[in-house]
T-cell receptor
């Protein structure tokens, strides 16, 4: 298994544009998490899904952010419109939802909004 | 509410010196505590978890429920230990992890 896959790895866009980040969790994992990493706030949970259903989206900063998980092998995080303060590294992680609770992280998408 | 605090954003030690990365938490139930590590240009990965009571790469962490702490320790730091370290807390199985702010450890030669 290639682990959690994220695309793109880097994204540079202009303020006001729509940005879509993609994630493919590890096969068989039933929980998926989106995080944002910044120097100021560290690692923040934005939203997580269990069996494709959003469980907790309290970390989503604004209505400009939305996330979907149409099936067990794919999720998207969308920012529309994007702003410079959205610049960060966005991580996706998945786990099997067992008592081990270890989360496996993707390589991240480094987003720069100019 | 669950919360994790890592009081040091930056920590610098010399090679061979002991190192301790502090982590304090607040949680009303029985948490599971973890340390995750992110080496330069690599993805975040699990370093160790308290219920395993194991030593990984020379690191250990003991859960102190009285002090609500889970400090990460290593008696002799190595240059390859330089990385960002995150302490994390989880409640019931499958639920969210709450991460601390992270500590950037630099081990100087």
């Amino acid at each position: 298994d290639a682990g959690v896959i994220q695309s793109p790895r880097h994204e540079v866009t202009e303020m006001g544009q729509e940005v879509t980040l993609r994630c493919k969790p590890i096969s068989g994992h039933n929980s998926l998490f989106w995080y944002r990493q910044t120097m100021m706030r560290g690692l923040e949970l934005l939203i997580y899904f269990n069996n494709n259903v959003p469980i907790d989206d309290s970390g989503m900063p604004e209505d400009r952010f939305s996330a979907k998980m149409p099936n067990a092998s794919f999720s998207t995080l969308k920012i529309q419109p994007s702003e410079p303060r959205d610049s960060a590294v966005y991580f996706c992680a998945s786990n099997a939802g067992t008592s081990r609770n270890e989360q496996f992280f993707g390589p991240g998408t480094r987003l720069t909004v100019l | 509410a669950q919360r994790v605090t890592q009081p040091e954003k930056l920590l610098s030690v010399f090679k061979g010196a002991p190192v301790e990365l502090k982590c304090n938490y607040s949680y009303s139930g029985s948490p599971e505590l973890f340390w995750y590590v992110q080496y330069s240009r690599q993805r975040l990965q699990l370093l160790l978890r308290h219920i395993s009571r194991e030593s990984i790469k020379g690191f250990t962490a003991d859960l102190n429920k009285g002090e609500t702490s889970f400090h990460l320790k290593k008696p002799f730091a190595q240059e390859e230990d330089s990385a960002m370290y995150y302490c994390a807390l989880s409640g019931p199985s499958g639920s969210r992890l709450t991460f601390g702010e992270g500590t950037q450890l630099t081990v100087n030669p």
